[in-house]
């Protein structure tokens, strides 16, 4: 059972990450993905609001704001969205076993620097990770999202805003990946 600590508190923001387990991927075909982010709605949404994403071959990363008013456990609704995806992974490839690492893992955001840092981390990852030469090209982000004038479930406005408006927002990502940052993102 979680101690008090461990627990999400309401109307904190957070950067949660998991990866696969092993040599895993937890996405094999743009079905997964999109699989991914409709179990995310289901169980997450209902929680926490959701600021940035960014959902690669062997890990995700995403950054969510607990509600306020928080009915459900929101512990157990990741518990359940991972549970859930990896059911119904496993069905679909014959496969058995866990997909996620035991325990996601969490960083509580503190201080503008981290919030704002974090938001371009999160995009910034699959450049990063070798997935591809420019995160923008990278389709399974919140990036496209935000740039664009559809609506999304994203907190598209609120983000926006921290960056002063959409101009603000590209340039800050345009700045490179700083590995030295690493150390707010639990790595």
């Known amino acids: 059972m979680p101690t008090p600590k461990d627990q999400f508190e309401p109307g904190t923001f957070y950067h949660v990450w998991t990866h696969a387990n092993g040599l895993d991927n ?39 704001q607990m509600r306020e008013d928080l009915v459900k456990n929101p512990s157990q609704a990741f518990s359940n969205f991972l549970n859930s995806y990896t059911q119904a992974f496993n069905k679909k490839y014959q496969r058995k076993g866990s997909l996620f690492v035991p325990n996601i893992k969490r960083r509580k955001i503190e201080g503008d620097s981290y919030f704002t840092r974090c938001i371009t981390y999160i995009h910034q990852n699959p450049a990063h990770h070798g997935f591809v030469k420019d995160f923008r090209d990278w389709k399974f982000s919140s990036w496209k999202s935000l740039i664009s004038t559809s609506q999304t479930k994203l907190e598209k406005q609120a983000v926006l805003d921290w960056f002063g408006g959409l101009a603000g927002f590209i340039k800050d990502h345009e700045l490179e990946y700083n590995p030295e940052n690493e150390w707010l993102f639990g790595k």
Do not use: D
């Open 26 to 64: 937890l996405f094999r075909e743009e079905e997964n993905y999109l699989f991914f982010l409709s179990k995310y709605a289901i169980h997450i949404q209902p929680v926490a609001k959701t600021f940035a994403y960014c959902l690669m071959p062997n890990h995700f990363h995403v950054m969510i």
